[in-house]
Structure formats: structure tokens, C-alpha cells
């Protein structure tokens, strides 16, 4: 690792926003959530997207936002999340491509909750039903139960996040900031 920028990768309610955040205020650099940006950017929540014009759809906006990003920072150092799914998901040529840009742009940690997909469902479930966010703002994967749902997904999507990743970081036992801490002491960031 070295003092590049930094994008953290991780499924739905790891704390990727916060961790970024902290993280980010410990480095003196800027924060950048790609998802709110495309909000932003399109109008409409990423389950009003994907309800309205589907998941390809949606992963074609989100490969365009990380794009603008990366060449509006081109000479910045920043703190990057690109989304939950941004570099695993179904559509292959989008989620290499922004795995390919997203490597050349600085160093991928993945944040999970602990090593086990069993109990990663249940703690990001657990969040996601705290979080009033998450019915008007998250959009479902199946017509499963939530916590089979959130299993399904991880399942998914585990090998695309441990590809991807530089570093992994399990954030169960720690609060954002100390994670944010953690991160910056185990890549050496100044």
C-alpha cells in the first residue's frame, strides 16, 4: 500500500460511508460516496433506478459515475466508496472494467463484518432493519425474506470482493472511527 487514494468496497451497512468519512478526516482528504452522487446526479434513489429501468440500467450509471470521479480527481488524493456492488455484480464487462479503474486509481480495502457469510448476513440484516434508509432507499435482491435476501447476496458476491481487495478489514467489533484508525495505522497513511 502506499499513499494513494483509497477506495473501500464492501456489501450494504459495513459502514463503508463512515469508515470513509473518518477515515478521510484523518488523512486531510476529501470523502467521495459514489452512490450519493449518482442520486444525486440521476434524480432518483438507486431502488427508484433499479425499479423504474432495471439493474443493467443502474450498473451502467454506476460505472459512468465512477468515471467522473476518477478523471474529476485525477490529481487529488481521496477516500473513494464506489458502492456495494461496483465490482460485484452480474454484468462482467462493467464489473472488470471498474475493477481495472478503480486498481489504477489507488489501493481497494474491503470492510466485513467478521470472516463468516452466515453471521455477515445476519449483522448486515440486523443493520439494514435499524436503518430507516433502508426500505425507501435500498433495493432488494429477491423476493426472499430480508436476511436470505442479504445471504444470497454476500454469497454472490464474496469472490468478486476477496479478488478485488488489497486488504480486508473486519469491522464487527470496532466503531467506525476505530476502524478508520485501523486502516490508516495498518497501511501506514500519513
Known amino acids: 500500500m502506499n499513499n494513494s487514494n483509497i ?6 451497512c459495513v459502514g463503508k460511508t463512515n469508515t470513509g468519512i473518518y477515515l478521510a478526516e ?10 450519493n452522487l449518482l442520486e444525486t446526479r440521476a434524480g432518483m434513489t438507486i431502488r427508484e433506478i433499479t425499479e423504474k429501468e432495471g439493474w443493467e440500467y ?17 490529481s487529488e488524493k481521496i477516500v473513494l466508496a ?5 465490482v460485484a ?5 462493467l464489473r472488470e472494467e ?3 479503474r478503480l486498481r489504477k486509481f489507488g489501493d481497494i480495502v474491503l470492510l466485513l463484518p467478521t470472516e463468516n457469510l452466515e453471521d455477515n448476513a445476519k449483522i448486515i440484516t440486523r443493520r439494514m432493519n435499524k436503518d ?7 433495493p ?30 473486519y469491522t464487527k467489533a470496532n466503531d467506525e472511527k476505530e476502524v478508520a484508525e485501523i486502516i490508516k495505522k495498518e497501511l501506514s497513511l500519513v
Open 7 to 12: 477506495s473501500i468496497i464492501g456489501p450494504r
Open 26 to 35: 484523518l488523512l486531510g482528504r476529501n470523502f467521495v460516496d459514489a452512490d
Open 58 to 74: 443502474f450498473r451502467e450509471l454506476e460505472s459512468k459515475t465512477l468515471v467522473h470521479i476518477i478523471n474529476h480527481f485525477q
Open 82 to 86: 464506489p458502492g456495494g456492488g461496483a
Open 89 to 93: 455484480h452480474e454484468y462482467a464487462h
Open 98 to 100: 471498474n475493477l481495472r
Open 132 to 138: 430507516e434508509r433502508t426500505e425507501s432507499q435500498r
Open 140 to 169: 432488494r435482491f429477491t423476493d426472499l425474506p430480508l436476511y436470505h435476501d442479504v445471504l444470497k447476496m454476500l454469497n454472490d458476491r464474496d469472490g468478486f470482493y476477496l479478488q478485488a481487495a488489497d486488504r480486508i478489514f
